[in-house]
């Protein structure tokens, strides 16, 4: 009986092995797939004019293919419904909180590239140069922009609504109330 017992003790040891290993090359056998697309690239190639709003301190980049602005310091992208923001032109660029874009940035006129395409472009090394001079002699009239750019917004706001819901290209972009 003695033997028995042995037998029967190395059959379990046995078993409960060839169940570990059996469950290990179950667990070795599932597969995980992840695939990070990360954000669409937004593509400024070269050094870009750039237009200044009237009356405020929002630039922006006066290519038809992309919404590209500059405020703050910072260049902002909408793309559908998220936001981008870069220190430099060319990126890196990464997305961030819609509630942290700059008002002035979300309150550019829908109708923008058609209201200011007769500004003046800028090259971007005469504009780098004389930014935070422009800046800061439009200060003030800036605010005025804001605040009458935030009271258009909210009388549009429910024709934006409107739109968004009808598959118009602001709620593509991301950006309320805004047309490219």
Do not use: T
């Not at 695939?35 to 006066?62: D, E, R, T, W, Y």
């Not at 260049?75 to 819609?98: C, K, L, T």
Request: contains cysteine; glycine residues 10%.
């Amino acid at each position: 009986m003695k033997n028995s017992g042995r037998v029967f003790r190395c059959l379990l040891a046995g078993a409960a092995i060839a169940a570990a290993m059996g469950l290990s090359k179950i667990a070795r056998a599932e597969v995980s797939v992840s695939i990070n697309l990360g954000p669409p690239p937004i593509v400024v190639s070269a050094p870009p004019a750039v237009v200044m709003i009237p009356g405020s301190q929002v630039h922006f980049v006066p290519d038809p293919r992309i919404d590209v602005f500059f405020y703050g310091g910072y260049w902002w992208s909408p793309r559908g419904d998220r936001w981008y923001r870069a220190r430099a032109y060319n990126g890196p660029w990464g997305v961030i909180e819609r509630h942290r874009v700059p008002r002035s940035v979300i309150y550019v006129p829908r109708d923008y590239r058609a209201r200011y395409e007769r500004e003046r472009h800028v090259p971007y090394g005469q504009w780098k140069k004389d930014r935070s001079r422009w800046d800061r002699d439009n200060r003030k009239a800036h605010r005025q922009w804001e605040r009458e750019r935030e009271r258009e917004w909210k009388r549009g706001e429910k024709d934006h609504r409107k739109d968004d819901r009808h598959g118009d290209r602001d709620h593509d972009r991301g950006g309320p109330g805004r047309r490219g």
